[in-house]
């Protein structure tokens, strides 16, 4: 797991207020939506503010959300491709 | 009021457990800002929505379920919240957020939770409740004014079930507010210390609570709401006079206790001086803003207090102002103002008649 795995882990859980919830208790390529880690509508809008704040990605397209948001590893490839800070 | 509404259900959280009731001992406090005790919420509220809630979602959704669970009512009619400053630590976590990031990336979670209703709707999202839904925002009265509505509801609606709290939370910045405008008291003290403290301010807290007021009575019941007032502005010497006109329009000859919101603040503890060294002198009066504290919506601790009263037909000596008991509580009042402004009067009685 590269460091980007372990930051991004770890800004989620923070952000999305993920009480009880430990870095390894999230799977690289677990789906964060629905049946994996169940997040909803609202944690969406603030993984597009996490974006924004710690990488500089300004997100245009909603379409690219449900691609982008499907696991971790599809968000740290996202982020190493796009990052601007 | 003409109806008849009865009290079927009632749940509390405060910085006091319900076992002061029971004359166990209080919790002591050393400081003037008290939190709610902590609950187990994931008994009542799933994990993935808890995380998102502030005290006061987590205490108005927990005491609402509590409170319909007693009542044995699953969906209520109407969904009633009185809160004074709604959901605080929401709206400073939002505020602080918009000044660091120089208004640009906002978290929405606190912008949505900010609102005064939020208690209310998340209320209604959990049960899933589509019914009549509404928050009153009105100071110390705040309580009082949602039942108020509660009984209109009961009285020109023929709704049967109405779910009706208070509710308030306590937040870093506006108890710092409060403290700069001396509405908290300078000195820090022990809480059951606090009607002996002759200073301007009081200790505030965070609470709930929340009842199932039914027009349907049940062997269960806890007591009859019979009418709630809210007078705006009121000088002392106007109390007595005002609360004699209040039990005269309910045909109420005298109450059996009073239940007053006594704070400790000397600038204007003088309107419950009033009634307790003059109509109320020859009667039991009881306070419980030492034990949890003062806020917007505390009133409801007091009716919850009064509830139980009626039904356990038990007076727990540590809520006692003076040396009067009452061996058949059948009839009690509940008068509560902050500032010298929002004076609620409650009034209540047994279900026994």
Known sequence: ?85 | MGCKIYINGISNISPQTDSVFEDQAPLEYETNILPSLKQDYKSFIKPMMLRRMSSAVKMGIFCAKQALLEAEVTMPDAILVGTGQGCLQDTEKFLVNMLNTNEGLLSPTSFIQSTHNTVAGQIALDLKCQAYNMTFSQNAASFESALIDALLQIEEKEVKNILVGGVDEISPQFTGFQKLNAQIKDENLNNLDLFESNTPGTIVSETAAFFSLSSVKRATSYARLIDVQVLNILEPSDLTRRIERFLEKNEIAEVDLVILGKNGDNRYDRYYDEIQQGIFSDKCQLGYKNLVGDNNSVSSYALWLASKILKEKKIPEIFMLNALTCNKPEKILIYNQYLGRNHGLILLETCDF
């Open chain 1, 1 to 85: 797991m590269s460091d980007l795995h372990t930051e991004l882990k770890k800004s989620i859980i923070e952000q999305l207020n993920l009480e009880d919830m430990e870095v390894n208790e999230i799977e690289n390529d677990e789906h964060l939506f629905g049946d994996g880690l169940g997040l909803d509508s609202i944690d969406a809008l603030e993984l597009i503010v996490l974006l924004e704040k710690d990488y500089g990605i300004k997100l245009t397209d909603p379409n690219q959300g449900k691609e982008i948001f499907s696991s971790i590893n599809s968000m740290v490839d996202f982020i190493e491709k796009n990052r601007t800070i």
